[in-house]
């Protein structure tokens, strides 16, 4: 049993009215790899650059993360850059430097093909096409997206969401993708787009999965200081595809269970910049953190 | 057991970009009366002119609701009218004209005062401290604010929340009170100028509950089709404090319930315009979307 990552790895530099740290790992694969890794092994499809910190490297392997598919290229890691106000759900882009990310094409080592679980993490549609042509038999495929394939790669999207089993993204991505103000409409109108499950990520007002007949709206743990919100979608993406492949099911009750872990974890990663806090957390926080979130939404005791 | 609610009773004239009504009975203590009387008995205070129709009188007592503290006083009855864009949460008032309501003094028949449970729906701060001035031995005291006296009566406002239980304000409110970005952290200050509990509602994303010790995410009802989101905080607050008045339990699990039971009483009432869905309602109906507001947020299975 293990779960096939891929996706972008950075080196990114965050800045908030309080703190400011440059070149910590970052990326989309990056952060759902480390979350994925609390609940199965990981094989990690990406690239670097020659200026990628040994530790880093490290630290993914320390975390069960198999590395043979990541790809050491001659040149630059991609770097980002982003600045958040004092209201974290306002951030700017300072910068995006592809470097060795530009040519990326992702290369399945042969032991990879057979992954039966695969996290399309947060890259061009396009590319996310590409992993899927070299699968051999994929049983459950998710994928996140963001704005920026929303608006400049509808038709490689709309491919790729009539391939995969659920889609992951946020709230104004829900929206902007079938054109609705309604988040309800906006969920149902997804699953018409191929996923068989939908789940919309709300921040601070926690997540909603849609399926047909299945409607399940899961709180956001109530964190009152958030040091960096960068990563925190993948985390759930890694943390939920993780936790479903660790159970090998993928019904109602696992993918009810799959978004309150993805939620737990992305709300450890927001408590200190980059992956600091992921590299400290034991699966008792992640379970005890759970047990918090029944408490907090639960109504009526048996 | 009997609750006692005062606010307003208005006649509406409500617009969106698919309906248009005149003259609808509307305010606050007209929702949060009617909404309540599904689980209690309800003494009205309020006040309404000489024109205001005997059919919305009928529909009063029709549901229990006492009207000993009804005033009619000579003149116009308070109208406000409104107009909502197609994103049902941006609404914008048209026009004000108090009329009757502008000398409103809420003076509490003899045997109303003894009322040991309160509901201050939405009006000023001051008229508000002056029902409780007028009352004997007030066991739990829910009051609800908006954003126009947390900007022009700040002072009677900070007077009133020494004095009551429970606050129940909106999200902008919440952060508007104590300004603060994030909702926990608003939530928790609110906390400390008096109330015990709070309640913080976010339209379509549900609800927050907090408490010393005590926090409680609530989802919203999934509604696709929203028709008239005018009185779904009042109608909310009635049910909460109807429900509570119902048990004589104000414990955070009572609490939690009456959560629930408010937000299912608001989501049948948005589904047409003014009190109109809440006519036909039934207590069945109600008791089977709180079974529906229990599936859709639980995620393990007893």
Redesign the interface.
């Known amino acids: 049993m293990s779960l096939l990552i891929t996706g972008s790895i950075a080196l990114d530099s965050v800045k908030t009215p309080v703190e400011e740290h440059h070149d910590q790992l970052g990326g989309s694969a990056s952060y759902a790899s480390i979350a994925a890794s609390f609940f199965t092994p990981v094989n990690l499809v990406g690239i670097v650059g020659s200026d990628f910190p040994k530790q880093y490297l490290d630290l993914f392997r320390r975390h069960g993360v198999n590395l043979d598919g990541l790809e050491t290229a001659e040149g630059k890691t991609f770097r980002w850059s982003g600045e958040y106000e ?3 759900n306002k951030r700017r882009t300072l910068s995006v430097c592809l470097n060795v990310f530009e040519t990326f094409q992702p290369r399945l080592p042969e032991h990879y093909r057979a992954t039966p679980y695969i996290l399309l993490g947060n890259i061009s549609p396009q590319l996310q096409l590409h992993v899927l042509t070299q699968l051999k038999a994929p049983k459950f495929i998710v994928a996140d997206t963001m704005d920026l394939w929303i608006e400049t790669a509808r038709e490689p999207l709309a491919e790729l969401l009539k391939k995969i089993h659920c889609l992951v993204l946020n709230e104004s991505e829900a929206r902007g993708l079938v054109k609705e ?5 906006a969920g ?1 109108k997804i699953l018409q787009l191929g996923p068989k499950y939908v789940v919309v990520k ?1 921040g ?3 997540c ?1 999965l849609f399926g047909e007949n299945l ?6 743990y ?3 200081d ?1 040091h960096d919100p960068t990563g925190a979608g993948d985390c759930f993406a890694g943390a939920f595809t993780g936790y479903l492949t660790s159970v090998e099911r993928f019904d109602p ?1 696992a993918l ?2 799959a ?2 872990y993805g939620s737990v974890v992305a709300s450890f990663n927001v408590e200190s910049f980059s992956l600091t806090r992921l590299q400290t957390l034991t699966k008792k926080d992640v379970e005890e953190r759970f047990q918090l ?2 408490a ?7």
């Not at 103000?181 to 409409?185: V, W």
């Not at 409607?215 to 956001?220: C, G, Y």
Request: charged residues 30%; glycine residues 2%.
């Open positions: 004092w209201d974290m103000t309604s988040l309800i409409k149902r709300k601070e007002h926690g909603l409607f399940f709206s899961a709180p956001a109530p964190l009152e958030i009750d009810r269970k978004v309150i979130f029944k907090m939404s639960q109504f009526e005791m048996v």
